[in-house]
């Protein structure tokens, strides 16, 4: 009798468990908006990231201010890069660490402007177009893990910056102003 009633609990709590598990693959994912807390002082980033993940894909559009602990604001409209570190709703600068920036050219202005008609989020997902490259931006990330895809559309001389030396800081004076240059051609 003792082992049916274990067999019972056992097998009701597998149930259950796989209920679970099939209800979050029915889409209950669509409710979220990543955006909620991104303006103001909500201090959130609406990019790519899943629950107790190493990593928190997003857009930075600004820094030196505590506008910027989580280095997004809603109501901005320039990108500075997308990083792979960011701290949700602390109001604490920190983090940031290393920014991605897609171009064409030879750079210059080391911003690029955006519309938020094709700024979307969902969990895990974050994707943008960059105007005036007209650069498709995609961010995803997993528990260990974030990948970028850029898909540059129009011709030409096509980069990423890599800049090493941002991060989340409250003063300009606290961040190095070295610039290195280096050359990776990817063929394939």
Do not use: C
């Not at 993940?53 to 505590?66: A, D, H, R, Y």
């Not at 980069?159 to 394939?188: C, F, T, W």
């Amino acid at each position: 009798m003792r082992n049916g009633i274990k067999k019972l609990f056992l097998s009701a709590i597998v149930i259950l468990g796989f209920q679970q598990i099939l209800s979050a693959q029915n889409g209950n994912s669509k409710y979220v908006n990543p955006f909620i807390g991104t303006s103001g002082f909500g201090h959130t980033y609406p990019g790519a990231t899943v629950p107790f993940g190493m990593v928190q894909l997003s857009p930075e559009t600004g820094n030196f201010k505590w506008d910027y602990t989580s280095g997004y604001q809603y109501a901005d409209s320039t990108i500075w890069g997308f990083a792979h570190t960011h701290l949700s709703g602390t109001g604490v600068s920190d983090l940031g660490d290393v920014l991605f920036l897609p171009f064409h050219g030879d750079g210059g202005n080391m911003k690029a402007a955006f519309s938020k008609k094709t700024e979307k989020a969902s969990p895990g997902y974050y994707t943008v177009v960059l105007s005036k490259d007209n650069i498709k931006a995609e961010l995803t990330a997993s528990a260990k893990t974030g990948v970028h895809k850029y898909t540059f559309n129009k011709g030409g001389k096509s980069s990423i910056l890599i800049d090493a030396q941002s991060g989340l800081v409250n003063s300009p004076r606290e961040m190095s102003m070295h610039v290195l240059e280096g050359k990776l051609d990817v063929k394939g």
